[in-house]
């Protein structure tokens, strides 16, 4: 499967700032030499720097332009509320741990107003930097009746969200919850993290329209690799 030319793009200017070869303050290619030097589109050059600074990557300034942004292993929290969201929720390599439909009692998360014995497709993946450390642990489960096809999809790069605009899952809302949790033996092992030890769990749920569960999921993260912020601007930061 051929990857998309955004994720192409925004993954070679992720590895470059990870990596340090962009240094904090260094400033980035605009949408224009994006669209000359990579022969895309004004909209993909807009989504690569958008995706970028909504990871906190980098910072986009009005008139000024692109930069990469101090502490660039930065989330926003926000990123993991917004059911439009196209990229993935947390930048960077997965790797398929597993992926099966089994009945939502198994699904390893709550499914609230979901039946125990309905099926639910279940997608378990690691997530790694640039480095190839393992950061994070995520686990999602949707309904089979929303997404009968999406294990067909190209699970490495798949985010839910961009799975239900491009299917016409009219996905409404999202909640995070932040856990406190203690590390069970095989998290810890796949995170190279001591068991027991505390970490958060950022555990999201999606609904739709008509107040249904659309998604259940959960990230373990990293404490020691990982910064998490809010941040919300009023104001467009395309470039002029």
Same mark, same amino acid.
């Given at each position: 499967?051929?990857?998309?030319?955004?994720?192409?793009?925004?993954?070679?200017?992720?590895?470059?700032?990870?990596?340090?070869?962009?240094?904090?303050?260094?400033?980035?290619?605009?949408?224009?030499?994006?669209? @000359?030097?990579?022969? !895309?589109?004004?909209?993909? $050059?807009? %989504?690569? /720097?958008? +995706?970028?600074?909504?990871?906190?990557? &980098?910072?986009?300034?009005?008139?000024?332009?692109?930069?990469?942004?101090?502490?660039?292993?930065?989330?926003?929290?926000?990123?993991?509320?917004?059911?439009?969201?196209?990229?993935?929720?947390?930048?960077?390599?997965?790797?398929?741990?597993?992926?099966?439909?089994?009945?939502?009692?198994?699904?390893?998360?709550?499914?609230?107003?979901?039946?125990?014995?309905?099926?639910?497709?279940?997608?378990?993946?690691?997530?790694?930097?640039?480095?190839?450390?393992?950061?994070?642990? @995520?686990?999602?489960? !949707?309904?089979?009746?929303? $997404?009968? %096809?999406? /294990?067909? +999809?190209?699970?490495?790069?798949?985010? &839910?969200?961009?799975?239900?605009?491009?299917?016409?899952?009219?996905?409404?809302?999202?909640?995070?919850?932040?856990?406190?949790?203690?590390?069970?033996?095989?998290?810890?092992?796949?995170?190279?993290?001591?068991?027991?030890?505390?970490?958060?769990?950022?555990?999201?749920?999606?609904?739709?329209?008509?107040?249904?569960?659309?998604?259940?999921?959960?990230?373990?993260?990293?404490?020691?690799?990982?910064?998490?912020?809010?941040?919300?601007?009023?104001?467009?930061?395309?470039?002029?």
């Amino acid at each position: 499967m051929t990857t998309p030319a955004y994720l192409r793009i925004r993954t070679e200017l992720e590895q470059r700032i990870r990596s340090g070869a962009l240094l904090p303050g260094s400033k980035l290619p605009t949408e224009a030499e994006l669209r @000359e030097q990579y022969s !895309v589109s004004r909209a993909t $050059a807009q %989504r690569v /720097l958008t +995706e970028l600074a909504q990871a906190g990557l &980098v910072e986009r300034h009005r008139r000024r332009g692109t930069f990469v942004a101090e502490g660039a292993r930065q989330e926003n929290l926000l990123r993991l509320v917004n059911p439009a969201l196209q990229g993935p929720e947390i930048p960077g390599r997965h790797a398929v741990d597993s992926a099966a439909v089994i009945p939502a009692r198994d699904a390893d998360v709550e499914m609230p107003g979901v039946e125990d014995d309905a099926p639910v497709v279940q997608l378990r993946r690691l997530k790694f930097d640039v480095d190839d450390n393992p950061i994070a642990i @995520e686990l999602s489960a !949707v309904p089979f009746s929303l $997404a009968p %096809r999406l /294990l067909d +999809e190209d699970l490495a790069h798949l985010t &839910v969200h961009d799975y239900f605009s491009r299917n016409g899952v009219p996905a409404a809302k999202s909640r995070v919850y932040i856990d406190p949790v203690l590390l069970d033996d095989d998290t810890a092992s796949r995170l190279h993290l001591t068991s027991g030890q505390a970490v958060i769990r950022l555990r999201r749920l999606t609904w739709l329209i008509d107040g249904k569960l659309a998604e259940a999921m959960w990230h373990i993260i990293r404490p020691d690799l990982v910064e998490f912020f809010i941040e919300h601007s009023v104001l467009s930061t395309q470039d002029r």
